[in-house]
Each structure stands twice: as C-alpha cells, then as structure tokens.
C-alpha cells in the first residue's frame, strides 16, 4: 500500500503570509496527486488534482507542484479564509489521504 | 448543480449493521465512479471504498473488507454503502463522492455520522 506523508502536521502564520505544505509518497505515484481543503463540520473540497491542475473557482494564490515521491502545496498570500486542515491524497493505487495539515492564524 | 445528500447514519452497537444512501443529483451519475470516505472525530479522512460507473468494479480499504459493500442503483441516482460486523473503530462521519480511481473527488455530500456504541 502506498503511504502519504505531510508535514508539518501544524503551520503557524499570518495574514498576507506564503505558505508551503509537503507531501510525501512512499512510491512513485508519478502525478497523481490532490490537495484538499477542509474546515470544521465541513466535506473537503478539491483545490489542486494531477498534483498541480487547479480546480474551476478555486484562487489562483494556491498552486501545487511536483512529481513522483515530493509534492508542496503553496498559498501565496494567505486570506482569513484559507485558515483550515489541508490534506494531500494519492489516487495512483486505490486512495490514500495524508494525516493533514492545520494551518493555523499566527 | 450537482447535489449529494446521505442518509442512514446512526447509533449501533457493535456487531451490528447499517446502510448507507447517497442520493446524486445535477448529474448523469450513472457515468461516474462513486467512493465513499470516512472522518472519524477529531481524526483525518480515511478511503473507504470505491465502485465503478456500471458497478463491475469495486475496491475495499483493508479495515473494511469483507464486512462492508458497496452498492449503487442507476436507475435510481444513488449510491449505497452496506456495513456488517460494525466496530467502535467504524465510529465516523461518512461522505459520498463523486470520483473514483482515476478521477479526482471533486463533489462531496455533507457527510452522515455513523456511532458505534453499546
């Protein structure tokens, strides 16, 4: 089974600030990789898929990149908003979630 | 607009069963694949199962093989999720969405809680 890895499992910062969250894959997974964003009693929604494709509507301040086993999500210019859990997810072989990130206002 | 409502959650104790529905809408739903994840409180999402547009394919998480089935019904635009053998550990919100293998979860339902209690 693959594994996903995220890190930090916390990210501290501010309003206006850039923002990196990394997954990692426990094997190639080539580019089949998604990033959710998800905020308390709420269902996920998909922000970035094929690892660096942004969904319709979402803002382009988020982008993703990477390939293989090293994956970053980034958000540039943080809104109070964006303040939520971000979770990777490899759809390679079956599906797999990192443990996510909460990314907290400084 | 695409729409996915559950329905079925609820308290059981353990050993017992439980079906899930997911009611589709705003979209030909007999042309996607369907999953099904769950959130157990406090915890991250975790994969539960899923099939594929014309039901001749379907893939289990460990945790839940053998004692959990996935369904759908086309003709009705829904997906169901049949689970036997219930434990504490099944304790979770559980999401319908659109996607499957390939294709990115782009649609989620709002999620039904399913406790697993005596």
């Known amino acids: 089974d693959i594994q996903m890895t995220q890190s930090p499992s916390t990210l501290s910062a501010s309003i206006g600030d850039r923002v990196t969250i990394t997954c990692r894959a426990s094997?190639?997974?080539?580019?089949?990789l998604v990033w959710y964003q998800q905020k308390p009693g709420k269902a996920p929604k998909l922000l970035i898929y094929?690892?660096?494709s942004l969904e319709s509507g979402v803002p382009s301040r988020f982008s993703g990149s990477g390939s293989g086993t090293e994956f970053t999500l980034t958000i540039n210019g943080l809104q109070p908003g964006d303040f939520a859990t971000y979770y990777c997810?490899?759809?390679?072989?079956?599906?797999?979630f990192g443990q996510g990130t909460k990314l907290e206002i400084k | 607009q695409v729409q996915l409502v559950e329905s079925g959650g609820g308290l059981v104790k353990p050993g017992g069963s439980l079906r899930l529905s997911c009611a589709a809408s705003?979209?030909?739903?007999?042309?996607?694949?369907m999953t099904w994840v769950r959130q157990a409180p406090g915890k991250g999402l975790e994969w539960v199962s899923y099939?594929?547009?014309?039901?001749?394919?379907?893939k289990y998480a460990d945790s839940v093989k053998g004692r959990f089935t996935i369904s759908r019904d086309n003709a009705k635009n829904s997906l169901y999720l049949q689970m036997n053998s219930l434990r504490a550990e099944d304790t979770a919100v559980y999401y319908c969405?659109?996607?499957?293998?390939?294709?990115?979860?782009?649609?989620w339902g709002q999620g039904t809680l399913v406790t697993v209690s005596s």
């Open positions: 969405a659109r996607g499957g293998a390939r294709v990115a979860m782009g649609y």
């Open positions: 705003g979209f030909p739903f007999s042309n996607f694949y």
């Open positions: 099939i594929s547009s014309s039901s001749s394919f379907t």
């Open positions: 094997q190639s997974i080539n580019d089949w």
């Open positions: 094929k690892a660096s």
């Open positions: 997810q490899q759809y390679d072989s079956y599906y797999t």
